[in-house]
């Protein structure tokens, strides 16, 4: 735990390069002055109202399939904020391909992952907590107190997304089928017609249908999308 850094993401990767990091690692800040997002994005909140940290894993399984690693850290994030009932029925979290959580149609939570050779992966969250409404960097976003008007608390958020991710983990390295299906129950996504915005500046229109055995998003025009930034389309 730090008060202030630059970015929890890359002290770790800084750290796993290195050869300092073990699996399990976990660095948490109160305030980040160069936090990222996906994209090579930047991921900004005021001190002391987000969650923000990263963790190294280091998985027991093929590296070709690590690409749904940062579907499962949105997964397990997506669960522990449902499993305090705050919200009830009406108002689950959902996530966003690939790994944004979404409340209602705005951003709550965004996850990165970076790969560290074969070694393992660096995964980071960040979660708008208590962030106001005029603190927010932008109109598409929102804090789970916003949404819930309630006061949470950050620690034990914190512990329960390890905990969801610890058990999530393990179902995934033992080949458990059902992840793919509860993702896709979870999923804003899959279904959408969508605008996929390609790093070089391409788009494409289609219809998301679902998610590959590597995590990257199916369209119905047949492309199966591993990088992208995904806009909803409304139905007209």
């Known amino acids: 735990m730090v008060d ?28 980040q002055t160069h936090g990222r997002g996906r994209l090579d994005r930047t991921f900004e909140s005021p001190s002391h109202s987000a969650l923000l940290f990263s963790m190294y894993i280091q998985p027991q399984i093929d590296v070709n399939d690590w690409g749904w690693l940062a579907l499962l ?30 409340i209602g149609d705005k951003k709550v ?36 107190a916003i949404e819930s008007g309630t006061p949470w608390d950050r620690n034990l958020l914190l512990v329960k997304i390890l905990e969801e991710f610890a058990e999530t983990i393990k179902r995934w390295e033992a080949k458990d089928v059902t992840l793919s299906s509860q993702y896709l129950k979870m999923s804003a996504t899959v279904g959408r017609q969508v605008r996929i915005q390609a790093p070089d500046g391409n788009s494409l229109e289609s219809q998301a249908v679902g ?6 998003l199916v369209l119905r025009s047949g492309e ?13």
């Not at 669960?79 to 919200?87: G, L, P, S």
């Not at 070694?119 to 927010?136: A, C, M, P, R």
């Not at 199966?224 to 007209?236: C, E, K, Q, R, T």
């Open 4 to 31: 202030v850094t630059g970015s929890t993401h890359n002290d770790l990767v800084l750290l796993a390069r290195n050869g300092k990091a073990k699996h399990g690692d976990v660095i948490v800040a109160e305030f």
């Open 73 to 102: 850290a949105g997964m397990a994030t997506s669960n522990a904020i449902a499993a305090t009932n705050i919200f009830g029925l009406n108002k689950q979290p959902q996530l966003k391909w690939p790994n944004d959580v979404l």
């Open 109 to 144: 939570s965004g996850i990165l992952a970076e790969r560290i050779d074969t070694e393992g992966v660096v995964i980071g969250i960040g979660i708008n907590v208590s962030t106001t409404l005029e603190e927010l960097p932008v109109t598409t976003a929102t804090s789970l």
């Open 211 to 216: 998610i590959d055995a590597n995590g990257s």
């Open 224 to 236: 199966h999308v591993s990088v992208g930034d995904v806009v909803h389309l409304h139905a007209n």
